[in-house]
């Protein structure tokens, strides 16, 4: 398998936050790696707007039971992996308030920019504690137990090396801290995956080809039949070294979240 040897310098969007870099090299592990960097660079315009209209807004309900799963306090320091455009990053920092720090990363410069022209548009206070880093979800640029939570929206099932991105997640957050991961739900019921394919052949990739992003979004079919199953997420976080996982599944088994603690 060819590997490409690329630095990533993660550096961050001075949305409000504090300008700083962090230099990390990082070997990606595929050329998937960067055909996923270019697909997320290419619909990042549209991609708030299509989630919106595909899962007629529901997205936000899922997204705010992953942040209020984290556990996530005021105060805290907490971190929004694989961030895009930054959806869980504002839930984050509506949870921590002004006095926690939210960081969003993400290997995706156009969704980082999305995210970084959201946060100038609002003007509550607890938007100003987001820092947005460009860096990659194997090899992240923080401390050992620098994090009191972590959210993954839709991010691990389209990250490379899974099992590297579970061990950082772990290294990076705080003993007794949790991990709160949501997606789409690779269902053992042959129903619900029925349904699921219906929808993404019959309604989101005909949508998308509206936008000329069918390959975009039949990507994403490929994604969630390459997934882990709930069970099998579980047994991932327990290899990583968590100490408890439990994957539930919601909306009718369509998407499901894992909720791991250190
Ligand atoms: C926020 C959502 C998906 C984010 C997302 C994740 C990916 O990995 C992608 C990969 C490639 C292109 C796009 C994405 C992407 O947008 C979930 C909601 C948006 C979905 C696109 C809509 C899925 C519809 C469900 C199959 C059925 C929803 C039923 C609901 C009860 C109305
Ligand atoms: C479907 S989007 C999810 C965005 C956001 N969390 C949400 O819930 O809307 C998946 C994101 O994961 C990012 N991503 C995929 N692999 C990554 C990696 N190895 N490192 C960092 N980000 C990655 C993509 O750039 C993309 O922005």
């Known amino acids: 398998m060819a590997s490409l ?9 001075p949305g409000q936050g504090q300008l700083h870099s962090r230099r990390r090299s990082v070997v990606k592990s595929s050329s998937s790696s960067d055909e996923r960097q270019t697909l997320f660079n290419r619909i990042a315009p549209v991609y708030d707007n299509l989630n919106d209209l595909l899962s007629l807004g529901q997205h936000r309900i899922w997204k705010n039971m992953a942040v209020s799963w984290s556990g996530a306090r005021t105060g805290d320091k907490v971190l929004d992996l694989c961030c895009g455009s930054g959806d869980l990053a504002f839930l984050f920092s509506e949870k921590v308030g002004p006095s926690g720090k939210v960081m969003g990363l993400d290997f995706s410069s156009e969704q980082l920019a999305v995210a970084a022209s959201r946060q100038k548009l609002r003007v509550r206070s607890c938007y100003k504690c987001i820092e947005w880093i460009e860096g990659d979800a194997t090899d992240l640029p923080f401390d050992d137990c620098e994090f009191d939570a972590i959210t993954m929206g839709y991010g691990l099932r389209n990250v490379v090396d899974r099992d590297r991105a579970m061990r950082e997640v772990y290294r990076v957050l705080k003993p007794g801290s949790r991990v709160s991961i ?13 349904m699921q394919d219906w929808m993404i052949d019959n309604v989101v990739i005909p949508v998308a080809t509206l936008y000329d992003l069918a390959k975009e979004y039949e990507y994403l079919k490929y994604s969630i039949n390459g997934y882990l199953t709930g069970e099998e997420l579980e047994a991932l976080a327990s290899e990583a070294g968590f100490s408890s996982a439990r994957h539930y599944e919601i909306s009718g088994g369509f998407m499901g979240n894992l909720v791991a603690v250190r």
């Open 182 to 194: 949501l997606d789409f739900n690779k269902s053992n019921q042959s129903v619900t995956t029925f």
């Open 5 to 13: 040897l690329g630095i990533v310098f993660p550096v961050t969007f």
